[in-house]
């Protein structure tokens, strides 16, 4: 090797730390984020500790203590259609890193061909040596009237870019930023799709329960009618309370055909959920299961730090990463791009003398490029590369400020959804004491049975109520649960950990040895 060229080699090495990515930075808005939610929790240690393991718990979802719904969460989580294209979707992200990556290595190839030429010598190359004399008919010459040749050729190619200014490392960090981007994609889809899991199970629950409770009050209705409508006829009531009463107990006798449907639909998308045809889910819903009612408070340290582990936040701020380092490869560009492409090889006049070590070749070129002018192009790739930066923080910023709103928003609803469902349940405890009472009363002779159905009537009534709270409240606490990306909380030092060793681990993600792979 020339010492030109090893004095290349080594500047291009010493060179290549060099990057025109800008600096790592927090858009404004989000760095002047407010660290506490306005509907946080009165601080209470006997709070946080109450609650210590549900907010711990990686199944935050157990949380329910509904052994029905845990077996849908997993049902849907191994077989949902969402989920296995978002794992599709991240493979391919997957696969274009280590398209990326490559132009980060040399390029090596091998090649072999033979030739075989059968020319006239007083043509070509063979002419232009003076070969052919004159070779009109019966003339003597010197050499033969054609040239009949063999080349056989074994060759290895070596072609390598410097990468001076970061050009090619920009668009390895950049594919590596949308890779991550994309597995948040997938903890994003899989958060949906747990969330709707529980939400739907949640709705079916209720009309189910609605369903009975309704039909429960349709029988007491109708009883409650034939008795007014005999007492109508002995003169005891009048007009207006008939019609009254019986228009209670059609409408009433109404809603039973749209909550069957309403039934029935929701079981409809939670088999689309777990990836099966409708109608056939009987084998994983329960009878007389019903997720939990969770009223224990919500955790003292909800700051907004907590929004990092909202995998659509942290897609949002990988993808500005990629747009940055974007930035870096195309201002790259604007600068000498310098190669160095090598041969070496084997070249024979037959394929017995290819094999012998001294039939061997060697060619090593070294090559710089400067772009002059090519119509603004360049300067143009910065432009789009600067712009879609800009893009990306703006999205950034979106997704943080709409996810700091649906926390308060959703902190502030369970906060309100359990009070309704608190006076609720008093309500419904209230109404079973009155029915309690009435019948007592009409079992001593002192009440009538007309007053102990109306009890028994506004019970039934109290727990359709209270039923639509207890899915009010589940949907509520869910909620929080999603706004804050699952979990209530990830410890800070354990999420930077995690993601330092997404970081170092990520050639051995894209380039497992055959041990790792299996083979």
């Known amino acids: 090797m020339s010492r030109p060229i090893v004095a290349v080699a080594v500047f291009g090495l010493l060179a290549a730390g060099c990057s025109f990515a800008p600096e790592v930075r927090e858009p404004t808005p989000v760095v002047n984020l407010p660290e506490q939610y306005a509907a946080a929790p009165v601080d209470s240690a006997a709070v946080a500790d109450s609650i210590r393991e549900v907010r711990e718990a990686e199944r935050w979802w157990t949380v329910y203590e509904d052994p029905v ?79 009949q040749y063999d080349t056989w050729t074994a060759a290895l190619g070596f072609s390598y870019e410097i990468d001076f200014w970061g050009k090619y490392r920009n668009q390895t960090k950049a594919a590596i930023s949308e890779f991550l981007a994309s597995e948040g994609d997938y903890e994003t889809a899989r958060l949906a799709v747990i969330s709707a899991t529980i939400a739907t199970y949640a709705e079916i629950v209720e009309l189910r329960r609605q369903v009975e409770l309704t039909t429960f009050s349709v029988d007491i209705l109708r009883e409650r009618a034939e008795l007014t409508n005999e007492r109508y006829y002995s003169g005891l009531v009048t007009t207006f309370e008939l019609y009254t009463i019986q228009s209670l107990y059609r409408n009433t006798e109404a809603t039973l055909p749209v909550l069957e449907s309403l039934y029935e639909e929701a079981r409809g998308r939670l088999s689309i959920l777990l990836g099966r045809y409708a109608g056939t889910i009987d084998d994983l819903l329960g009878e007389d299961e019903a997720p939990a009612v969770v009223l224990d408070p919500i955790p003292v340290d909800l700051t907004a730090a907590l929004l990092e582990q909202r995998p659509d936040v942290w897609s949002a701020w990988q993808r500005m990463e990629a747009a940055r380092y974007r930035i870096g490869s195309s201002k790259a560009q604007l600068y000498p791009q310098i190669r160095l492409d090598a041969t070496v090889g084997l070249q024979a006049g037959s394929f017995a003398d290819l094999f012998r070590i001294d039939q061997y070749f060697f060619n090593l070129v070294g090559g710089l490029l400067q772009p002059i002018f090519q119509g603004g192009r360049l300067r143009a790739n910065v432009g789009v590369t600067e712009a879609q930066f800009q893009a990306a923080a703006a999205n950034y910023v979106r ?121």
């Open 69 to 147: 719904l845990e077996a849908l969460v997993d049902t849907a989580l191994a077989a949902n259609l969402d989920l296995r294209e978002a794992v599709a979707r991240v493979e391919e992200v997957r696969q274009r890193y280590r398209i990326a990556r490559a132009d980060l290595f040399p390029q090596i190839g091998l090649s072999a061909d033979g030739t075989y030429q059968d020319a006239p010598t007083n043509a070509g190359f063979a002419g232009a040596i003076g070969g052919g004399g004159d070779q009109t008919p019966g003339s003597p010459s010197l050499f033969p009237d054609r040239f």
């Open 399 to 519: 997704t943080v400020l709409t996810a700091f709103k649906e926390v308060q928003v959703s902190l502030v609803n369970l906060e309100k959804q359990s009070e309704r469902y608190e006076s609720l349940s008093r309500q419904t405890t209230s109404a079973a004491g009155s029915v309690d009472y009435q019948l007592r009363s009409f079992q001593r002779g002192v009440g009538n049975y007309i007053a102990y159905l109306d009890a028994r009537q506004n019970l039934a009534s109290a727990e359709i109520n209270l039923a639509a709270a207890e899915r009010s409240l589940a949907d509520a606490r869910l909620a929080v649960h999603r706004a804050l990306g699952g979990a209530w909380v990830q410890d800070d030092e354990d999420l930077g950990q995690q993601l330092e060793e997404e970081y170092e681990m990520m050639d051995r993600l894209m380039f497992p040895s055959d041990e790792e792979a299996g083979r």
